[in-house]
């Protein structure tokens, strides 16, 4: 039940840009939980003042307006440790970055199949990520790698596809059949538009399979202590 309210909270906000106060009457749902909810989706600018002149009480608009100060502080606060770290990260050795795709690897992958690589996941930079690792220290040719796309039976499966196929670079036939889910009456409905559902990546071959996991085994064992 909390994940549909959630999630028709998530709603409300997004496409109809109300305020909390008129989520709560709706939804029956308290102020601090929609906080909660809502803390990464604050209105704009334009659209608090444009509610304000709609006879908005002074205190909503005025919370509104704190919110978006408060983003706005986190954001810039944010861009000043991430341009501090891409300073420090950005001359890493190629072994280091070996060791980052091991332990992507390690996380996320498939340990189980012995002639199969396998990793899947919602978001596109992992993806992506790993992808890359493949072709720059695996020798893999990107050509050679397969995905398929887990998406909810509510997703446009033409434009996630196409998210998918841009975002990788591949063609048409190195996508395997999309798999539809059906929604659970406690799913989300997964239609906001940075949901693009699960994709996995796959490379048939036992040789690159060992090699990838006989160097996690490799570097656990000589960091275990």
């Not at 409300?12 to 929609?34: C, F, G, P």
């Not at 986190?74 to 341009?83: C, L, S, V």
């Not at 001359?91 to 070996?98: E, I, P, R, T």
């Not at 390690?106 to 990520?129: C, H, Q, S, V, W």
Request: glycine letters at 2%; hydrophobic letters at 40%.
């Amino acid at each position: 039940m909390n994940s549909q309210l959630r999630e028709k909270a998530i709603q409300l906000r997004i496409k109809e840009e109300l305020s909390y106060s008129e989520i709560k009457k709706r939804l029956k749902v308290s102020k601090s939980t929609l906080s909660y909810w809502l803390r990464e989706i604050p209105l704009s600018r334009e659209k608090v003042l444009e509610l304000r002149r709609k006879n908005w009480s002074k205190g909503e608009a005025s919370r509104e307006k704190f919110r978006i100060t408060m983003r706005e502080k986190r954001n810039q606060n944010a861009k000043f440790i991430y341009e501090k770290q891409v300073e420090k990260l950005k001359n890493l050795s190629k072994d280091a970055l070996f060791v980052a795709g091991l332990m992507v690897y390690l996380g996320e992958g498939d340990k189980k199949n012995n002639y199969r690589i396998a990793l899947a996941n919602t978001d596109p930079f992992m993806i992506k990520f790993f992808v890359k690792w493949l072709v720059d220290f695996m020798n893999v040719q990107k050509i050679k790698l397969r995905a398929e796309l887990h998406l909810y039976e509510n997703m446009d499966v033409v434009k996630e596809k196409k998210f998918w196929k841009k975002e990788l670079d591949f063609e048409d036939n190195q996508f395997y059949k999309t798999q539809i889910r059906k929604l659970l009456k406690n799913s989300f409905s997964y239609s906001e538009s940075f949901r693009h559902g699960t994709c996995s990546i796959f490379l048939q071959g036992a040789e690159k399979k060992t090699e990838i996991m006989m160097a996690i085994k490799a570097f656990l064992d000589l960091y275990k202590d």
